[in-house]
């Protein structure tokens, strides 16, 4: 049954780590490689939950002004280094530390990505809006084949999610009301910033996105616009 | 042949109007279908030509701060008013009037453009550099089927070409030396502009811009990196 919401909806903005692209076991699978390649052995996924755990602290940094805007992948960057220590990984160059790091501009989707959004892009403007910058966002699609209309994210106002900069992006820049515009993500902080600032939401269920056992409960009905199992889901909801 | 100086570009950055999509013919085209609706008998083309011509002197208002930063859909929209009182057309809705406005974001690529797109997004990123805004050049793009891997602009920087911000752009976001980056355009003193922040630079001759027997001369060898005949010409030339 189709939404009877979807009508007046004329963009979709998406999360993109967790919610289009599953980050968790793409870095635990080049860490891997790496480890092969260097013969390093540790615990990849305590790796990959390590680096992503530095990343909301130092979007922070930011935000709070303790740190001018810096783009992610140099946020990345900086607590790749420290990340490396604390696993007493030793002896890469600054060219192999610089390509790992750009991992995060490789990231694999999950299964349904690629073809739900190619059916949402029948019928809405779709678009990333997401706290990676524009050539990480830009890589990962032309590497993903994630076929966006447009890139835009927290590099775009120089502000990082959950900053009020972010929600307000789409509508200004396409003359919209923020009721016509959806943001999708996977989590919950993200889509209640969002409603906030008037957007129309979608929750997308994400359950192996910090690996399996650890899936994020289905909020109850009414909490957000949509709640969908994927994006095909969502694609039939929306009726495209 | 493919060109030598080929390798060592990762990004090419385009310019539009002109460039990429037919804008006179297709606001001719779309002015007569408007007339035929509301029996208005006008000369099209210098209907079209005195719209273009209010163009470039909106933006140079914006460059010397007469006016704060407008997004070309609002200088097109302002122009469009004088244009329409100019040729004693009256009578139209105002949302007629924006309707007719957002011609600029239908108008028709050349013939080559989308399969050389296709061509060229195999080898590099490619993406608009245009003076026109965000929403403009990604319903082109739906429309036309033009396959950016982004969207880059004049009002991504708040500034219009020929200022240096909107040069130093992708430079900037990829993290790359300006030689890295080639601009394509039709036009030489967007090119120049380019050469001047040390982009390298790429002339399409675009013969049908202005209408037959207005063609723009082809500028002399060694004046830019590329002189190509068209986006599949370019391709052949850069080695995709």
Same mark, same amino acid.
């Given at each position: 049954?189709?939404?009877?919401?979807?009508?007046?909806?004329?963009?979709?903005?998406?999360d993109?780590?967790?919610?289009?692209v599953d980050?968790r076991s793409?870095?635990i699978?080049?860490?891997?490689?790496?480890?092969?390649?260097?013969?390093?052995?540790i615990?990849?996924?305590?790796?990959?939950?390590?680096?992503?755990g530095?990343?909301?602290?130092?979007?922070?940094?930011?935000?709070?002004?303790?740190?001018?805007w810096?783009?992610?992948?140099n946020?990345?960057? %900086?607590? !790749?280094?420290?990340i490396? *220590?604390q +696993?007493?990984i030793?002896? #890469?160059? @600054?060219?192999? =530390?610089?390509?790992?790091?750009?991992i995060?501009?490789?990231?694999k989707?999950w299964?349904?990505s690629? %073809?739900? !959004?190619q059916r949402?892009? *029948?019928? +809405?403007?779709?678009?990333? #809006?997401? @706290?990676g910058n =524009?050539?990480l966002?830009t890589?990962?699609?032309k590497?993903?084949?994630?076929p966006?209309?447009?890139?835009?994210?927290a590099?775009?106002?120089?502000?990082?999610?959950?900053?009020?900069?972010?929600?307000?992006?789409?509508?200004?820049l396409?003359d919209l009301?923020?009721?016509?515009?959806?943001?999708?993500?996977?989590?919950?902080?993200d889509?209640?910033?969002a409603?906030?600032?008037?957007?129309?939401?979608?929750?997308?269920?994400?359950?192996?996105?910090?690996?399996?056992?650890?899936?994020?409960?289905?909020?109850?009905?009414?909490t957000?616009?949509?709640?969908?199992k994927?994006?095909?889901?969502?694609?039939?909801?929306l009726?495209?």
């Open positions: 049954m189709i939404h009877p919401s979807a009508a007046s909806i004329k963009v979709l903005g998406f993109v780590f967790g919610t289009v980050w793409s870095v699978a080049k860490g891997e490689q790496l480890g092969q390649a260097k013969g390093i052995t615990d990849w996924a305590a790796f990959a939950d390590a680096w992503r530095a990343y909301r602290p130092s979007l922070d940094r930011v935000q709070k002004g303790e740190q001018p810096t783009k992610l992948d946020l990345h960057r %900086a607590s !790749l280094e420290q490396l *220590t +696993f007493k030793e002896g #890469l160059r @600054n060219d192999e =530390i610089d390509h790992f790091n750009r995060w501009h490789r990231l989707p299964p349904d690629v %073809a739900g !959004l949402l892009k *029948t019928g +809405f403007v779709i678009t990333t #809006l997401s @706290n =524009i050539s966002l890589n990962m699609a590497h993903a084949g994630l966006w209309d447009c890139i835009l994210c590099e775009s106002v120089r502000h990082y999610k959950p900053d009020a900069e972010v929600y307000r992006l789409i509508p200004e396409f009301e923020p009721e016509q515009v959806m943001l999708l993500a996977a989590h919950e902080n889509l209640q910033a409603q906030k600032h008037g957007l129309k939401t979608g929750f997308v269920h994400r359950p192996l996105e910090h690996g399996s056992g650890k899936a994020s409960s289905i909020p109850p009905a009414g957000f616009d949509f709640v969908a994927d994006f095909l889901d969502l694609a039939d909801q009726g495209v």
